[in-house]
């Protein structure tokens, strides 16, 4: 009952409240637990983060300020606190069959269902790997970051340009690469630019949308998306997009449906899994197995 959180919610708030909800307690803990003493870094940029988080664990590694980095994130966007703070107006009404309700590009989608969740990848110089004896699972050869303003004309635009930047530095053509993760929110505005987008540089490239399986779940969608790639890259499966049943003509993509998509067998394989925040900010990563 929102009416009375000031009056009597307020009371009831622990001592220490504020340490569970400083962002940067995870990687404090983190390097605490493993004895991390390189740069420690939080970046707070809402669905975005975690990717900006891989984003900047390579350039550490490329400038020499460590040879092994932890990146990844957490979320749990459904506390009461970003609730009362964003209110209920991108989520989905369909509470009469919620496993049904999260539907990326789906003509018949209405909103996000949000979700908790945390995911972490361990970056290293491929020679450091080497020399431990790790199992080198893929490589990201290329990253790319911007900012568009949401919720205008030009936000597609903006999402295609970090798409045809991440071409550019892989020096590929869109045709080599093997598919698309999508951020797919199941927002009706949102998923139509996004998927303007991704048809504008890509045509009718293989398209998955991670969310459809587990919601939004914040600062984690990014890195938790891109571990879905490299395992599906991984095991030659991609994994089909849940509840897309209706497409949408403001959603010309070639959505992952039905069931998983076979990929080839031989060779490198290389994907792009882009992410933004609803707030403008924008990750294009390249990955690469082998």
Same mark, same amino acid.
């Given at each position: 009952?929102h009416?009375?959180?000031g009056k009597?919610?307020?009371?009831?708030?622990?001592?220490?409240?504020?340490?569970?909800?400083?962002?940067?307690m995870v990687?404090?803990?983190?390097?605490?637990a493993?004895?991390?003493?390189?740069?420690s870094?939080?970046?707070c940029?809402?669905?975005a983060?975690?990717?900006?988080a891989? /984003?900047? *664990? %390579?350039?550490?590694?490329?400038?020499?300020?460590a040879?092994?980095?932890?990146?990844?994130g957490? &979320?749990?966007? @459904?506390?009461?606190?970003?609730?009362?703070?964003?209110?209920?107006?991108?989520?989905?009404?369909?509470?009469?069959?919620?496993?049904h309700?999260?539907?990326?590009?789906d003509k018949r989608?209405d909103?996000?269902?949000?979700?908790?969740?945390?995911?972490?990848?361990?970056?290293?110089?491929?020679?450091?790997?080497?020399?431990r004896g790790a199992?080198i699972?893929a490589e990201?050869?290329a990253?790319y970051?911007c900012?568009t303003?949401?919720?205008?004309a030009?936000?597609?635009?903006?999402?295609?340009h970090a798409?045809?930047a991440t071409l550019?530095?892989?020096?590929?053509?869109?045709?080599?690469?093997?598919?698309?993760?999508a951020?797919?929110?199941?927002?009706i505005?949102d998923?139509a630019?996004? /998927?303007r *987008? %991704?048809?504008?540089?890509?045509?009718?490239?293989?398209?998955?949308?991670?969310?459809?399986?587990? &919601?939004?779940? @914040?600062?984690?969608?990014?890195?938790?998306e891109?571990?879905?790639?490299?395992?599906?890259?991984?095991?030659?499966k991609?994994?089909?997009?849940?509840?897309y049943?209706?497409?949408?003509?403001?959603?010309?993509?070639?959505v992952v449906?039905?069931?998983?998509a076979?990929l080839?067998?031989?060779?490198?394989?290389?994907?792009?899994?882009?992410?933004?925040?609803?707030?403008?900010?924008i990750v294009?990563?390249?990955i690469?197995?082998?």
């Open positions: 009952n009416d009375q959180w009597h919610s307020m009371r009831e708030i622990e001592p220490l409240w504020m340490l569970k909800y400083l962002p940067n990687a404090s803990h983190l390097s605490i493993y004895d991390a003493r390189g740069p870094n939080t970046i940029q809402s669905e983060s975690s990717s900006l891989v /984003a900047e *664990a %390579i350039r550490l590694i490329r400038r020499g300020a040879d092994v980095v932890l990146a990844g957490t &979320g749990s966007p @459904g506390s009461l606190t970003k609730s009362l703070y964003v209110g209920d107006r991108e989520l989905s009404h369909q509470i009469a069959t919620p496993e309700a999260c539907r990326p590009f989608r909103g996000m269902v949000v979700g908790e969740g945390a995911g972490c990848i361990i970056l290293e110089r491929k020679a450091f790997a080497e020399a199992p699972l990201i050869p990253v970051c900012f303003p949401p919720d205008t030009c936000f597609s635009g903006g999402l295609a798409m045809n550019d530095r892989l020096h590929l053509a869109p045709h080599q690469i093997s598919h698309l993760s951020s797919g929110y199941s927002t505005r998923d630019a996004e /998927a *987008a %991704i048809h504008e540089v890509f045509d009718n490239i293989p398209v998955i949308a991670p969310k459809s399986n587990f &919601g939004n779940v @914040g600062p984690a969608a990014g890195v938790i891109l571990i879905a790639s490299i395992l599906a890259m991984a095991h030659r991609l994994p089909h997009v849940m509840n049943e209706v497409p949408d003509v403001d959603c010309p993509v070639n449906r039905d069931q998983p076979s080839s067998l031989q060779g490198p394989l290389f994907a792009i899994s882009s992410c933004h925040a609803q707030t403008g900010q294009s990563t390249a690469s197995v082998q």
